[in-house]
């Protein structure tokens, strides 16, 4: 049974840090990709960043390139995601999920962060950047 957990969320001043976490339960190493997705009030879900499973590749939403760093302990089975630098306009309701399913594209692994493509999802934590 996959479960997924985020933590660390909380109200940070804008210019402020915070890590989130993602402990994850039953997603053994044929999983696919491990993602960030964020929903705002009103908004639809987006992709933030993922980390590949097959050989632990990240990639960023452009709107958190540079900011934002996805990284894994394996030991601990556990995602998480560095956020810096935020603003006002990163407050959301961040999940963390999952897939099992590949996704090739020209004969080549892609990573599209698009929630669609996400099998597992945890029940996600509220990040408020506010003064």
């Known amino acids: 049974q996959v479960q997924l957990a985020e933590s660390g969320g909380g109200l940070v001043q804008p210019g402020g840090s915070l890590r989130l976490s993602c402990a994850m339960s039953g997603v053994t190493s044929d999983f696919y990709s491990i993602g960030w997705f964020r929903q705002a009030p009103g908004k639809e879900r987006e992709g933030v960043s993922c980390?590949?499973?097959?050989?632990?590749?990240?990639y960023y939403a452009d709107s958190v390139k540079g900011r934002f760093t996805i990284s894994r302990d394996n030991a601990k089975n556990t995602v998480y995601l560095q956020m810096n630098s935020l603003k006002p306009e990163d407050t959301a309701v961040y999940y963390c999920?999952?897939?099992?399913?590949?996704?090739?594209?020209?004969?080549?692994?892609?990573?599209?962060?698009?929630?669609?493509?996400?099998?597992?999802w945890g029940k996600g934590t509220l990040v408020t950047v506010s003064s």
């Open positions: 999920a999952t897939t099992k399913q590949a996704i090739h594209a020209g004969g080549k692994y892609i990573y599209p962060l698009v929630a669609g493509v996400m099998d597992y």
């Open positions: 980390i590949s499973n097959r050989d632990g590749s990240t």
